[in-house]
């Protein structure tokens, strides 16, 4: 599969998206744990279908340390109990602030609720920034249908 454009070849892709990449790599440094944005990142491309983001965001976590077992199941996160309540309400906000066009309510006060009870504004914040971040990113990827599958862990940090 050929992606319908080259990002690294385009010169108007080129301005734009060096900045776009710089302001994924900060989000690494913001006052998430690491886990967190890794499976947040990982449930909001498969909830866009976007297979290179999949690819990427599966093999960093597992180059982090994160389990298989966790890994299979963050599709299923509400049905498993290999997560944190606090890992359950990131990937519970991930999924409505992804969702917001297939629910009207968007993100609901309950869900908001339990995700400051574990995460502070610092926290939250970051949060926020890395769903609307991977949405985007989500977007072009599939948009241009950007083929998965030869990423290696760390190549774009």
Same mark, same amino acid.
């Given at each position: 599969?050929?992606?319908?454009?080259?990002?690294?070849?385009?010169?108007?892709?080129?301005?734009?998206? =060096?900045?776009?990449?710089? #302001? &994924?790599?900060?989000?690494?440094? !913001?006052? /998430?744990? +690491? $886990?967190?944005? *890794?499976?947040?990142?990982?449930?909001?491309?498969?909830?866009?279908?976007?297979?290179?983001?999949?690819?990427?965001?599966? =093999?960093?976590?597992?180059? #982090? &340390?994160?389990?298989?077992?966790? !890994?299979? /199941?963050? +599709? $299923?996160?509400? *049905?498993a109990?290999?997560?944190?309540?606090?890992?359950?309400?990131a990937?519970?906000?991930?999924?409505?602030?992804?969702?917001?066009?297939?629910?009207? #309510? &968007?993100?609901?006060?309950?869900?908001?609720?339990?995700? +400051?009870?574990?995460?502070?504004?610092?926290?939250?914040?970051?949060?926020?920034?890395?769903?609307?971040?991977?949405?985007?990113?989500?977007?072009?990827?599939?948009?241009?249908?950007?083929?998965?599958?030869?990423?290696?862990?760390?190549?774009?940090?």
């Amino acid at each position: 599969m050929d992606a319908r454009l080259d990002y690294f070849a385009n010169p108007t892709a080129g301005k734009v998206l =060096k900045h776009f990449m710089s #302001a &994924g790599r900060a989000l690494k440094d !913001l006052p /998430l744990p +690491a $886990a967190t944005q *890794e499976l947040v990142a990982l449930r909001v491309s498969q909830i866009n279908g976007c297979a290179v983001c999949i690819d990427m965001h599966t =093999k960093d976590a597992a180059a #982090a &340390g994160e389990t298989p077992v966790r !890994l299979n /199941l963050v +599709a $299923a996160w509400r *049905e498993a109990t290999v997560f944190t309540e606090a890992e359950r309400a990131a990937l519970a906000l991930a999924e409505q602030g992804t969702r917001i066009a297939d629910a009207a #309510a &968007g993100v609901t006060d309950e869900v908001w609720a339990q995700a +400051a009870k574990h995460y502070d504004e610092e926290q939250l914040t970051a949060l926020v920034l890395l769903i609307a971040f991977m949405n985007a990113a989500n977007r072009l990827n599939v948009i241009t249908q950007q083929p998965a599958g030869d990423y290696e862990p760390g190549m774009f940090h």
